[in-house]
């Protein structure tokens, strides 16, 4: 299993607000920034949030990230069908010899 | 623009080894580290390791310790991946991510499949 959890599955109605949560250890999420990847079906994974909660110019403010002792979630609101994807946590983690490690992912349906 | 182009996919037979390019452009070779990541069909992202285009220097996941070598060229702005040995378990889409040395990948490739079945 994956070193951050993630729920598998989360799901919204258009126009509506979904958070996704990536619980880690201190470790990981505890002692180093967090990242948020979305990958659409079919295509590479983009970088949606770096640094716990900066977005990298182009994603919409929808999108916002935060952090909390060995904790962090992805917030999107405004819920739209193209917000339809896969969502990944990732962080660097002191323990496993460099090692940067991603949660299992969530499954975003919208509705 | 930033572009990573991956290698075409490959199929491969049990204990044999592949070898993935990914050709970067759009900006400055050098300045930037490169990882790989793999995702298994339906799983989810697994980090591999990390190049260093200035100087070569690696650091691997140690799932991939002794099976994996990534090198870089820099006349040809390539980082490549190897990995030998292969089993049925390393079928997977095989991503090369430009990022910071941390887990920031910024630009990825478009990936590259890697079949492995006698």
């Known amino acids: 299993q994956s070193v951050l959890t993630q729920p598998p599955s989360a799901s919204g109605t258009p126009g509506q607000r979904v958070t996704i949560s990536c619980s880690g250890s201190?470790?990981?999420?505890?002692?180093?920034?967090v990242y948020w990847y979305q990958q659409l079906p079919g295509t590479a994974p983009k970088l949606l949030i770096y640094?716990?909660?900066q977005r990298p110019s182009g994603v919409p403010d929808r999108f916002s990230g935060s952090k909390s002792g060995t904790s962090a979630s992805l917030a999107i609101s405004g819920l739209r069908s193209e917000d339809e994807a896969d969502y990944y946590c990732a962080a660097w983690d002191d323990s496993l010899s460099e090692s940067r490690v991603f949660g299992g992912g969530t499954k975003l349906t919208v509705l | 623009q930033v572009q990573l182009v991956q290698s075409g996919a490959e199929v491969k037979r049990p204990g044999a080894s592949v070898k993935v390019s990914c050709k970067a452009s759009g900006y400055i070779f050098i300045n930037y580290y490169m990882h790989w990541v793999r995702q298994a069909p339906g799983q989810g992202l697994e980090w591999m390791g990390i190049?260093?285009?200035?100087?070569?220097?690696?650091s691997y996941a140690q799932k991939f310790q002794g099976r994996v070598t990534m090198t870089r060229d820099t006349s040809t702005s390539t980082v490549y991946m190897e990995l030998r040995s292969l089993r049925s378990e390393d079928t997977a889409v095989y991503y090369c991510a430009r990022g910071e040395y941390g887990a920031l990948f910024d630009s990825w490739g478009q990936g590259t499949l890697v079949t492995v079945s006698s």
């Open positions: 201190s470790s990981n999420i505890g002692s180093n920034s």
């Open positions: 190049v260093n285009p200035s100087g070569g220097s690696t």
């Open positions: 640094r716990d909660n």
